[in-house]
DNA sequence: CGTAAATATGGACGCGTGTAAAAAAGGGAG
DNA sequence: CTCCCTTTTTTACACGCGTCCATATTTACG
């Protein structure tokens, strides 16, 4: 706190100027800005004395301007008030940093008027590639359509079907729903599946993987929730009013009940609690709730959420790494490539 | 989904070609993508046809280089990973885009290092100015020393004791907190206040706010949770581990908690669950546990959260507009502007 | 239809830096 | 000391577009 206050120091800002001010040219500041070790250490040590005593840092623009590669990566995702997509960005941004590369982000607000202006920004500022968190159904493809025309483009956490030739790094829902499907089935009853109004990829991904499983286990799968109840559709909101309504009803409050995601699985558990309903616990006829995703509330909620973790650091590091060999022309074959990373069932308290 | 399969149109990238395509002067073109406006009718409608016919966007970089205002404000903030910052960004972005502008966020991950990293783009961007929600003791204040030297800059959500001539956009600490306060010293008994480790401004805000308020009710103050517990370090575990040793040795298991935040206070509710406490009914002895910022899943939570709301989307919004004053040079006073917001009571269940 | 005023346009220059090629400087071996 | 090779500097041009200013075009008005 008690900084020694420094003296404000002169300043600069043209390289031009500065080449002036300590003796070394212009190109070869150029060189050293981009990278130190491309000067000789006589002249870096010249520059460095130099930059000790003005105050300059060269123009963002004028740098990118002629320059084959502008080292930014751009990443649009949908929501940023969801934990998991700041989890994902995060590990994004981190590989990118580690790969030298610096990470733009957009947020669409998952309006397709937003991720299409997002698109266009990223093509205008000559960006190496983009990291795309699409929407749901209402994303515009054309917009992706342009992007992976014109730089290269990974598709993250969620994959529209109709784009088959664009790589695409994610969890694969059918083993992990599948997982927490049959985990529920063996410790309790049938599970039933809580989803959403079915406009967001995963969702249906989740929703097929579940029916999947169950016919695959010789059970009768039942789904819930894909109509919008009361106009709730922040996803808590939603998993609670569907559940509530149920309980209200009398139904579903001794089964083992999967929901698309931990959100609305927090919503699921606040309507158990509001019925009375101690999910996990079996005095109470055995209601179970499990989530996905692996929310970092999860272990903080009453009772803790079991749900199946996604592999956000990895899936992160993956879509930067596959973004990058694209960029690099590196690629190993010309063909799509598609990772996807299993789930880890986290056994809490709540099924 | 079945988007007819538009031609691709040929591609252009500069405004020159884009000139030769469709038979208008490249500066008229200029002036077109600055504002439609500002060229004649019959150019405009010529210009808007051949860009039906051909793929175009400005270079974003050329576009900002040669231009008194980019058009940008930077926002730096310490978590992404931390609902309160989303929905403060969200109020932050909807606000500068109203006015036109555009935001480039940096997250700094509560690291010094990547705060000045940051600031230094920002400058190096010419930014139009900033918006800066500080860390707390370990941000690097020369670095705002130079931002401020430098470009139009307003201080939001956590103030800096030291920086008294900066703008600063927050939350009224000493009203809210003590609201809260007075609300649990009436319901129950004297309240104890859960802190933190004292690295954040916020964070002594608050809990210099609940000593003077106890000091006013004639109350004795007792703060808790400013030791870190079994290097827990994010705010659920911070709050459940003291709280856990607390209810261990059976200390404050009737008493109202005021918690410095809703992330701790979240950990303060399972610690009570885990001690088979029920906060806000009066049965088990009173224990009441209240907190501050109504994150959004204070309703979704066993019981339903009590706190004080800051006004978030208001701070985001006289944030953007007090910038935007500085920028145009329209600031009422030369002074330094400082708007606290007032804090709410959201009465639930823990309190 | 003619003329002055208003407006739109195009030519020229500049923005701050990257980069290639040519010229100069430095450094070592003989 | 000379010659050759490696760095560095110079010189020059490029990047794509903003903006000024002189000129061409349109508009308004009589």
Same mark, same amino acid.
């Given at each position: 706190?008690? $900084? ?28 050293? =800005? ?16 130099? @930059? ?8 963002? &623009? ?7 590669? #502008? ?13 998991? =997509? ?6 994004? $941004? @981190? ?11 957009? %947020? ?11 698109? $266009? ?9 983009? @990291? ?6 209402? +994303? ?11 730089? !290269? &483009?990974?598709?993250?956490? +969620? ?24 985990? *529920? ?35 009768? +799968?039942?789904?819930?929730?894909? $109509? *919008? ?17 149920? &309980? ?10 999967? %929901? ?35 929310? !970092? *509330? %999860?272990? =903080? *909620? /009453?009772?803790?959420? /079991? #749900? ?13 790494? %596959? ?16 990772? @996807? &990373? ?7 308290? +709540?099924?």
């Amino acid at each position: 706190m008690s $900084e020694t206050q420094k003296p404000v120091k002169p300043r600069i800002d043209t390289m031009e100027h500065l080449s002036a001010a300590i003796g070394v040219s212009r190109p070869t500041l150029s060189r050293y =800005f981009q990278d130190p070790e491309r000067v000789s250490r006589t002249s870096r040590e010249r520059i460095e004395q130099g @930059l000790e005593r003005v105050e300059y840092v060269p123009n963002f &623009f004028a740098t990118r301007m002629n320059r084959a590669s #502008t080292g930014m990566i751009g990443v649009i995702i949908p929501y940023l008030n969801d934990l998991f =997509f700041s989890r994902l960005l995060e590990a994004i $941004e @981190l590989a990118a940093m580690e790969a030298g590369y610096s990470v733009i982000t957009k %947020c669409s607000h998952s309006d397709p008027a937003i991720e299409a202006r997002a698109a $266009e920004t990223f093509m205008s500022m000559n960006v190496d590639g983009a @990291l795309v968190a699409p929407l749901g159904n209402h +994303s515009d493809l054309t917009v992706h359509e342009r992007l992976r025309s014109r730089l !290269p &483009f990974v598709m993250v956490d +969620s994959q529209p079907e109709v784009m088959t030739e664009v790589d695409f790094i994610g969890t694969d829902h059918m083993q992990s729903t599948g997982l927490a499907t049959e985990y *529920l089935a063996r410790v309790g009853g049938p599970p039933i599946f809580l989803a959403m109004p079915r406009v967001n990829f995963n969702a249906m991904a989740r929703e097929r993987a579940y029916v999947a499983k169950m016919e695959e286990l010789g059970l009768e +799968s039942e789904v819930i929730g894909t $109509e *919008l109840i009361n106009d709730h559709w922040h996803f808590e909101a939603h998993g609670m009013a569907v559940l509530d309504a149920e &309980f209200s009803k009398g139904r579903f409050t001794d089964r083992s009940i999967l %929901c698309v995601n931990d959100r609305v699985a927090i919503g699921a558990l606040k309507a158990a609690a509001a019925h009375g309903l101690e999910p996990g616990a079996m005095r109470k006829g055995g209601l179970r709730i499990a989530g996905h995703d692996d929310y !970092p *509330l %999860c272990p =903080f *909620l /009453t009772p803790t959420l /079991t #749900t199946v973790a996604q592999n956000v650091d990895a899936i992160g590091e993956a879509a930067v790494t %596959c973004l990058i060999e694209n960029i690099r022309g590196e690629k190993s074959s010309p063909e799509q490539t598609v990772k @996807l &990373f299993e789930g880890v069932m986290k056994m809490r308290n +709540s099924a």
